[in-house]
């Protein structure tokens, strides 16, 4: 049923996530970790730091989690390595990201090694043009 202001109603079942803040540690982990990453775009995504490559997603915080874009062969060794699928809302993942564990979070070295993983995949995938701005 519409609003009264004309506009579709919200489909019932699912909220939005909150949109907290990460911590400090979880925010200079992702620094260190794509700060001289070759090609990347330092970006924001919902108010959060975001690397991309070739216009493609790599890597982003979202609340105090890093998620980053892998192959599939990867997303399954990440997977047994302890990450989980990426959803930034219940029920709606994000197919090909994956949600590390705080303890690769905390290893700088093993953050970095999955996000060159991850730009190894991303950059072999076609690069999407830049928006024009308004």
Avoid: C
């Avoid at 090609?39 to 959060?48: I, L, N």
Wanted: aromatic fraction near 8%; avoid cysteine; hydrophobic fraction near 40%.
């Amino acid at each position: 049923m519409p609003r009264k202001d004309g506009k579709p109603a919200k489909r019932a079942g699912r909220s939005m996530p909150a949109f907290t803040k990460p911590s400090a540690a979880t925010v200079s982990a992702f620094e260190r970790a794509t700060e001289r990453l070759a090609g990347a775009e330092h970006r924001t995504m919902f108010g959060y730091p975001s690397v991309f490559l070739n216009g493609n997603m790599l890597a982003s915080i979202f609340q105090d989690r890093i998620m980053v874009r892998l192959s599939e062969i990867d997303r399954a060794a990440a997977t047994a390595a302890g990450a989980k699928p990426f959803e930034p809302m219940p029920g709606r993942g994000m197919k090909e990201y994956v949600e590390l564990p705080a303890t690769v979070v905390a290893d700088s070295r093993a953050l970095r090694q999955w996000i060159e993983r991850g730009r190894g995949y991303v950059s072999a995938l076609p690069a999407k043009p830049r928006k024009k701005s308004k």
